[in-house]
């Protein structure tokens, strides 16, 4: 039997005093490092033995595990005053100092999961700030507030300053001692706790804080200097001091050139959102915080040009990662580049757009689909500010990219071509596009998205489908139209294009592949947006019948419903119409055919009908007729097709509200059908007598 170490529960059973069995240990090891065979393990994690659960640093992480929310609660350091919150932070980084190889860990240290003691540290120093600072902007409060009187008083005008009262803090040694820690967990928790007293400290101390990062980001180990990189993300947002800016531009420099790929990515997100708050460093308020973003201050401002000239700092870092060795370093300039645009400014648009470009071009298929993504959100941005060229170049890029190799490049320029496409047509509403944005549609991407519906992969192709489906999605819009509130349709088509995307629609609709003809006839709806002419919808239509008598049931079933439900994106008019004429007619066509197929279609699409109230559109007359054709089945010669009879029609028992003369006729077809099966060889069948039973107590409730 185990003998009961230190930490363990003292009532626990014989045999469980011992805390973790060295089995659990190594289970637990094995989840957060993967254990020797799985998908996440490494030579490394299969050489490291797990450790010792009765070695005293395990133990005593377990015991700050566990004791983390009661050690960290603000009222049970203040019972013992400041004294007790001091020999906490002492012990933890004790902790901290002797947890060379990482023991306290149960994975590897980063900015987020500083480990037990980490996290705990992180935790009471947080608290401890606020305590120390709270008494402090009272004071200072008061202060002002007095002062601002005088000033009244004696009609004087007093500039006080934008942030709060910021001194020295006692926690700065705690900074300056893990700082100079042997163990990685100590110099990463030194630099995570740089954002929690940054805006507590004065310049003079913040000037001490910014050396310990300085030193982080030049650490040998490249955890902490990837903590480092995190931890430069926040102060960006804590800054309102100008002289502080040169300084993050310079980290973000050196950050540029780390030997790590993904720091070096991480310098572009760094670079991005320290443009973004430049102008609060110098026009920003301390006490709305960094949500409170401002915009570039204008030409004739005085601030401009010490803001344009930290910008011609920061462009050279995104310029040179967007020609990193790296491929994974050029990812993310690529997926970033619409941020960088809008935090820069359109006076940089012209040398974004060149390594853009380069970027569309890249000789690594991955740089290029991310870049391919990228490109709405690029137009979008500089539509924003007014700049044209982009929308040349981004289009001149997707005409090459059709072509591509890379099946993945093309499903993003797919997906990318749906989104340009909803961008120009609401862009084609403004006052102030251009007048070629239609002309762009009608010449570039209606063709490009032709070409990329017949390609030869069906994922592609499916893309392709769904880009013009969303597009058309995205752009309904209502609003109140004369002489009541009918929905208008905003289309993203216009009625000539529509008809210039069928021919291609019906050819997808013979594909041998099953998954294409389902996306082809998904589309229907977002077509019937975009035309109001009859003929035109009839001819829609006709994609949805032809493929209900695909032999694959998914399709059957998806043509059917969009069929059905087609009407729901029109106007009352619209879908009147869209009922009367082509629905209805065809649910007869489809009950009185030949196959069983069709005759249980036939049911499926009443089914659907009544479940989305279709119905509702047309005229009430028309809910009679619908029934009327679902109950010319009830005789039937197919067993299968008077079983979905009595089904379908108990849905329509609960779909029917305040409609007497509709549920009369509905018990009537159930009481039919069961007489009728009653009166086959042997009493009929079991399964249609007790559906229309179930259906038959339901109309009675």
């Known amino acids: ?119 705990l540290l992180k935790l009471l120093v947080l608290n401890g700030v606020v305590d120390d600072t709270t008494a402090e902007e009272k004071e200072t409060q008061d202060e002002e507030a007095e002062v601002s009187s005088v000033a009244t008083t004696l009609d004087l005008e007093l500039d006080l300053p934008k942030g709060g009262s910021c001194r020295g803090n006692r926690f700065l040694k705690v900074v300056h001692r893990l700082a100079s820690s042997r163990s990685t967990g100590g110099r990463v928790a030194a630099c995570c706790l740089g954002p929690v007293l940054w805006s507590h400290l004065d310049f003079a101390h913040q000037l001490q804080l910014r050396g310990v990062i300085t030193r982080s980001l030049h650490d040998a180990e490249s955890t902490v200097r990837k903590a480092t990189a995190h931890v430069l993300h926040q102060i960006a947002e804590l800054v309102f001091d100008p002289r502080c800016v040169p300084w993050l531009v310079l980290m973000c420099q050196r950050a540029m050139t780390d030997p790590d790929p993904k720091l070096r990515a991480a310098s572009m997100t760094l670079t991005w959102h320290l443009a973004e708050h430049l102008p609060n460093a110098f026009i920003g308020n301390a006490r709305e915080g960094c949500h409170s973003l401002r915009r570039l201050p204008a030409r004739d401002d005085p601030t401009f040009t010490e803001v344009y000239l930290l910008q011609c700092k920061l462009l050279p870092v995104a310029t040179r990662l967007a020609e990193d060795k790296s491929y994974s370093v050029r990812i993310s300039v690529a997926a970033q580049c619409d941020r960088l645009c809008m935090s820069l400014g359109e006076h940089w648009t012209a040398v974004i757009l060149d390594f853009f470009q380069a970027l569309l071009l890249d000789s690594d298929e991955r740089v290029r689909a991310e870049a391919t993504y990228c490109m709405p959100r690029v137009v979008d941005c500089t539509h924003v500010q007014g700049n044209k060229e982009v929308l040349d170049v981004v289009l001149r890029a997707s005409r090459k990219l059709q072509t591509d190799a890379s099946k993945t ?120 947006r975009c035309t109001v002419s009859l003929e035109t919808r009839s001819q829609i239509a006709r994609l949805c019948i032809k493929l209900m008598s695909d032999p694959v049931d998914e399709v059957r079933a998806t043509a059917a419903d969009c069929l059905c439900l087609g009407g729901e994106c029109l106007d009352r008019d619209g879908g009147m119409e869209w009922m009367e004429a082509i629905v209805v007619p065809h649910l007869k066509a489809c009950s009185e055919s030949d196959l069983c197929k069709q005759r249980q279609l036939c049911l499926k699409m009443v089914q659907t009908v009544v479940q989305g109230r279709a119905w509702e559109a047309a005229r009430p007359s028309t809910l009679t007729q619908i029934i009327v054709i679902a109950a010319a089945l009830g005789q039937d010669p197919v067993v299968n097709v008077r079983i979905k009879l009595a089904r379908v029609m108990e849905e329509v028992l609960g779909e029917l509200d305040n409609a007497e003369e509709e549920e009369a006729f509905v018990r009537d077809v159930l009481e039919d059908l069961r007489k009728y099966e009653l009166s086959r060889p042997q009493g009929g069948d079991r399964d249609v007598l007790h559906f229309v039973k179930k259906a038959l107590s339901k109309a009675t409730c």
């Open 409 to 528: 490049v093309r499903l993003a320029l797919a997906t990318a071509s749906g989104e340009l496409l909803r961008l120009l047509v609401k862009h084609a509403d403004s006052p102030h596009a251009p007048a070629q944005n239609r002309e762009h549609v009608d010449v570039v991407l209606i063709p490009l998205l032709q070409r990329l519906l017949h390609d030869a992969d069906p994922e592609v192709t499916g893309a392709a489908l769904r880009a013009v489906a969303n597009a058309s999605r995205g752009s309904r819009r209502r609003h109140e139209a004369d002489g009541g509130h009918e929905p208008v349709i905003d289309p993203v088509l216009s009625e000539s294009q529509v008809l210039r995307l069928l021919p291609t629609l019906a050819d997808l609709a013979l594909s041998a592949r099953w998954r294409v003809r389902k996306s082809a006839v998904e589309i229907v709806p977002a077509l019937l």
């Open 1 to 119: 039997r185990p003998t009961a170490t230190w930490g363990a529960d003292p009532h626990a059973p014989p045999g469980k005093r011992g805390g973790r069995s060295r089995r659990d240990h190594r289970r637990k090891k094995g989840r957060a490092a993967g254990r020797p065979g799985s998908p996440g393990a490494t030579l490394a994690d299969a050489l490291t033995p797990p450790p010792d659960p009765h070695d005293p640093i395990v133990q005593i992480g377990d015991v700050l595990k566990r004791s983390q929310t009661y050690l960290a609660d603000p009222e049970i350091c203040k019972g013992g005053g400041t004294r007790l919150q001091d020999d906490l932070v002492d012990l933890l980084c004790t902790l901290l100092d002797v947890d060379i190889e990482g023991r306290l860990m149960d994975q590897e240290v980063n900015a987020n999961d500083l480990g037990h003691a980490g996290n």
